[in-house]
């Protein structure tokens, strides 16, 4: 198998090639960029798979990225034509922050990598994507943690080196984020209410979205503005807000939030993208098992709102398969509403987002 052998690292100043694959959902990404940080100013030459859909995020690195795009889910035939090009790079080692599948493992022998570690359950340690790999995080161990101390463990495991931990970051490119959104922003200062979670977490039902939207409206003293599920937004008819609802691009919400005086929302991409923007966010944790210790905006201004009760048996599996949640729908509207306005009066922290401190540093030097 000399063939799959990876050319190894060209640069002699590099400690290595590292390559990540995370393609999932939204948060799921953002959570990576800590990770992504620390390699590179560790000295290591990084290579990134994410989902085609957040490719604009990472466009201005203040560091050299290798960046390949990959489905959601990844078929064989796909892995192994990331795994061709990881190869021609000269992968040293490959880091799968996801599910060990077939289209992984492909991915990840292709790559020609030496060192090849991924995440997986504990009920499919042992099957054969998972033979491919020199090491396996198991993701139960991993439950108590935050999700980005997991990503940094789990890399730091295939590096064999410790590495630091920042904030999360969006490496949009300034231009193009002020391009999709100049048009849409409020003249006046808003907040911005987010429907829908993307899948991942219960929505709350309409009724709760309503007051919320009402309470914000009302006592905030601000232009409330609407994000999210286009069909939810339609519920909250005669309330005065503006609805962006299924009508921005990512690049288009980033700069939405950006400027936001805060965010409210369940949890979901959202929250991590305005956390990397650092506005300040009240965050509804509904089901039992997505907790804010392990999903918390990292590094953020923040208030969490957890249900007052939980549906019987919840597992991942089980509530994606519902319709109704009684998590969901114990959630306390007036509680959000209250948080919100205690954040309206704590002071924003910096923007101190890579793309930023680039851009100042350009201006300097000109």
């Known amino acids: 198998m000399a063939f799959l052998r990876s050319r190894g690292n060209s640069n002699p100043d590099s400690a290595g090639r590292v390559a990540i694959l995370r393609t999932r959902k939204l948060g799921d990404t953002i959570a990576m960029t800590p990770a992504i940080e620390a390699a590179a100013q560790?000295?290591?030459?990084?290579?990134?798979?994410?989902?085609?859909?957040?490719?604009?995020?990472?466009?201005?690195?203040?560091?050299?990225?290798?960046?390949?795009?990959?489905?959601?889910?990844?078929?064989?035939?796909?892995?192994?034509?990331?795994?061709?090009?990881?190869?021609?790079?000269?992968?040293?080692?490959?880091?799968?922050?996801q599910d060990i599948r077939s289209g992984v493992a492909a991915a990840g022998v292709m790559s020609g990598a030496r060192v090849r570690v991924g995440w997986t359950a504990r009920k499919r340690m042992g099957n054969w994507p998972s033979?491919?790999?020199?090491q396996q995080a198991v993701?139960?161990?991993?439950?108590?943690?935050?999700?980005?101390?997991?990503?940094?463990?789990?890399l730091s495991s295939a590096l064999n080196h410790e590495l630091g931990s920042g904030p999360l970051r969006c490496w949009a490119d300034p231009s193009r984020v002020e391009r999709e959104s100049e048009a849409i922003l409020p003249r006046e200062p808003y907040?911005?209410?987010?429907?829908?979670?993307?899948?991942?977490?219960?929505?709350?039902?309409?009724?709760?979205?309503?007051?919320?939207?009402?309470?914000?409206?009302?006592?905030?003293?601000?232009?409330?503005?609407?994000?999210?599920?286009?069909?939810?937004?339609?519920?909250?008819?005669?309330?005065?807000?503006?609805?962006?609802?299924?009508?921005?691009?990512?690049?288009?919400?980033?700069?939405?939030?950006?400027?936001?005086?805060?965010?409210?929302?369940?949890?979901?991409?959202?929250v991590h993208l305005a956390?990397?923007?650092?506005t300040?966010?009240?965050v509804v944790y509904a089901k039992k098992v997505a907790t804010p210790r392990r999903y918390h905006p990292w590094q953020a201004t923040y208030s969490a709102i957890r249900a007052e009760a939980f549906c019987e048996g919840c597992t991942e599996a089980a509530c994606q398969s519902q319709r109704t949640w009684t998590c969901a729908d114990s959630v306390d509207p007036e509680k959000?509403?209250?948080?919100?306005?205690?954040?309206?009066?704590?002071?924003?922290?910096?923007?101190?987002s890579a793309?930023?401190?680039?851009?100042?540093?350009?201006?300097?030097s000109a």
């Open 131 to 134: 033979r491919f790999f020199t």
């Open 191 to 270: 907040l911005v209410l987010h429907l829908g979670t993307g899948g991942s977490n219960p929505p709350l039902p309409p009724t709760a979205y309503a007051a919320i939207a009402e309470g914000l409206s009302r006592r905030s003293g601000l232009r409330l503005v609407i994000t999210g599920d286009s069909k939810l937004a339609e519920t909250l008819e005669g309330s005065n807000h503006l609805s962006l609802a299924g009508t921005t691009s990512l690049l288009g919400l980033a700069g939405v939030l950006q400027h936001a005086k805060a965010l409210v929302s369940v949890d979901s991409g959202p």
């Open 42 to 97: 560790a000295g290591y030459e990084v290579a990134f798979v994410c989902n085609p859909a957040f490719r604009s995020l990472f466009e201005r690195t203040p560091f050299p990225l290798q960046l390949e795009t990959a489905g959601r889910r990844l078929r064989i035939s796909e892995g192994v034509r990331i795994g061709l090009r990881l190869r021609r790079w000269g992968c040293d080692y490959f880091v799968c922050q």
């Open 280 to 282: 300040p966010i009240v």
């Open 139 to 154: 993701k139960e161990d991993m439950l108590p943690i935050h999700i980005v101390e997991a990503n940094l463990d789990v």
């Open 336 to 352: 959000v509403v209250a948080a919100a306005l205690t954040l309206l009066h704590t002071e924003r922290l910096p923007d101190i």
């Open 275 to 278: 956390a990397s923007l650092h």
């Open 355 to 364: 793309a930023s401190i680039a851009e100042q540093r350009s201006d300097k």
